[in-house]
């Protein structure tokens, strides 16, 4: 079971650092040990309560906002209903990327069972390094849709190095046993104190080779 870091905690925030491979909240019929599982069991003693604010893919390493009473975590949830809330990630994708930067705009479905629920999805980015085998982008999401940015990336003709959900790995001769998706950079101002914070995550030794 891989650990988790502590970025930032004060009285109604904790910030994790999230490593890819393990789940955010606990899933129907998945009986794998949550990051929240953890963090209960380290707060709870202490009567503290966790709440998570968002979802994220358990492949994904990122950073984690979890409020420690509802209200704050009811007002985290309206920061990123209201886009207030920017994450910048870096991918790693499959290809030569042609454009040095750009946005993808479509309509993404919430459930694959339903074409009804389909919303806006906007993602822009910048290629930072550029190989003919791979390229390294910076990706900011404008939106918080499902798997947004790997389906986007997918759409492209550039799957995420690593992609095995929406991917054959064996179509790419770039292979990672790792999903090479990582939110570095999260800034906000928080709810309580009204003050900015931006948050920094250490890119992991798995992309670093990439570099």
Request: glycine content about 4%; aromatic content about 10%; proline content about 5%.
């Amino acid at each position: 079971m891989p650990g988790y870091k502590k970025i930032y905690e004060d009285n109604w925030l904790l910030i994790i650092d999230k490593p890819a491979d393990i789940l955010t909240t606990p899933s129907p019929g998945n009986y794998e040990i949550s990051l929240l599982d953890l963090l209960n069991s380290e707060y709870n003693p202490k009567r503290v309560g966790i709440f998570p604010c968002h979802r994220l893919d358990k492949e994904t390493s990122e950073l984690v906002i979890f409020a420690k009473d509802k209200q704050t975590q009811g007002q985290i949830m309206d920061l990123f209903r209201k886009r207030e809330i920017r994450k910048k990630y870096i991918a790693i994708v499959q290809g030569w990327c042609e454009k040095n930067s750009g946005e993808i705009k479509n309509y993404l479905s919430e459930s694959s069972r339903s074409d009804k629920r389909k919303k806006l999805a906007i993602t822009c980015y910048r290629a930072i390094k550029k190989e003919p085998e791979y390229s390294i982008v910076e990706v900011q999401p404008l939106t918080g849709r499902k798997n947004q940015i790997r389906l986007h990336f997918k759409g492209l003709g550039h799957p995420i190095v690593g992609e095995r959900r929406f991917a054959f790995a064996k179509d790419y001769e770039i292979k990672s046993k790792r999903l090479c998706l990582h939110a570095r950079q999260l800034e906000f101002i928080h709810p309580r104190t009204e003050k900015s914070l931006k948050l920094f995550s250490a890119i992991p030794s798995h992309m670093r080779n990439f570099f």
